[in-house]
């Protein structure tokens, strides 16, 4: 595995790699666990040659978060992916994605406006500014994320439908369900926050999310049942939820009642210090 840090040598070795197979890249911000490594599993069985980003993105962190907090252990994660025969590590430094005089901002109205775009403002545009150049960088054939942040993914793909990024094409940026743990956590690099009373307490999200399905996909009233999910959380030790929300799983919209769309459940909660974010999908019957 080569390990990347200069654009200019990067360039030179996605022109190898080109002539040898497709690219799939990951983007990352490193401290990877097993949710990562799926991605990167899934990777390798769809592209002959694999890319992983790690670069913590100081844009899409607000005044008040945990950029300087946030966990960094490239040595580990460095063995981490070459031992999933990862072919090159890109792990830019600051100065070398955002140099001096950088002025550019790539902004995606409607998918970001609400939820975690509302709780963080500016967090999307960072996120796809990032990804916007990402992808300029590695110019991949096609690009996996998580699902576990499901309006990141929304945010992604409607940028790649805006800006005509066909390579990778929008059927090209790919989906991974959540990981999670035994007790159904997503997993997370935050979750190491937790100390072990909150990680107890943060199993009760996945459940109370569960819960909150059944009730929805049996007929029941959607302001209601999301209410119950709130006071549940609480009750269990969140003690603020930004937002727990059915919504289109295209547009985001909010969503007052099953339809034929496709639709998920987005819940964001702070426990102790830390913000955790799920996602579920809901089926009509």
Same mark, same amino acid.
Request: proline share 6%; glycine share 8%; hydrophobic share 50%.
């Given at each position: 595995m080569q390990t990347i840090t200069g654009l200019e040598l990067l360039r030179k070795s996605i022109a190898d790699l080109q002539r040898d197979g497709e690219i799939a890249l990951v983007p990352t911000m490193g401290a990877l666990h097993e949710g990562h490594l799926t991605l990167v599993r899934e990777a390798r069985k769809k592209? @002959?040659?694999?890319?992983?980003?790690?670069?913590? $993105?100081?844009?899409?962190? =607000?005044? $008040?978060?945990d950029l300087d907090a946030y966990p960094r252990q490239m040595a580990e994660d460095? @063995?981490?992916?070459? %031992?999933?025969?990862?072919?090159?590590?890109?792990a830019p430094d600051v100065a070398e994605v955002y140099p001096d005089g950088f002025a550019t901002n790539v902004s995606v109205s409607g998918v970001s406006d609400n939820f975690c775009? %509302? *709780?963080?403002?500016?967090?999307?545009? =960072?996120? +796809?500014?990032?990804?916007?150049?990402?992808?300029?960088?590695?110019?991949?054939?096609? +690009?996996l994320f998580g699902e576990k942040d499901w309006q990141q993914l929304a945010v992604i793909r409607r940028m790649a439908r805006d800006l005509d990024l066909t390579q990778p094409a929008v059927g090209n940026i790919i989906g991974v369900p959540t990981v999670r743990e035994d007790d159904g956590l997503a997993m997370s690099s935050r979750n190491r926050y937790l100390s072990s009373t909150e990680r107890t307490a943060a199993a009760s999200l996945p459940r109370a999310m569960r819960e909150t399905i059944a009730a929805i996909e049996a007929g029941g009233d959607v302001a209601g049942a999301l209410a119950g999910l709130?006071? +549940?959380?609480?009750?269990?030790?969140?003690?603020t939820v930004d937002y727990a929300a059915l919504a $289109? *799983?295209?547009?985001?919209?909010?969503?007052l009642s099953l339809g034929t769309d496709p639709a998920r459940l987005l819940v964001a909660a702070r426990i102790g210090s830390t913000r955790l974010i799920d996602n579920m999908a809901v089926l009509r019957r």
């Open positions: 592209a @002959r040659h694999v890319i992983v980003s790690i670069f913590v $993105n100081p844009t899409q962190f =607000g005044p $008040n978060e460095s @063995r981490l992916l070459e %031992a999933e025969g990862v072919a090159v590590l890109w775009g %509302a *709780a963080r403002p500016g967090h999307f545009d =960072g996120v +796809a500014t990032v990804v916007c150049k990402l992808f300029h960088q590695v110019l991949p054939d096609m +690009a709130e006071t +549940a959380l609480k009750t269990a030790g969140f003690h $289109n *799983a295209d547009s985001l919209a909010p969503v």
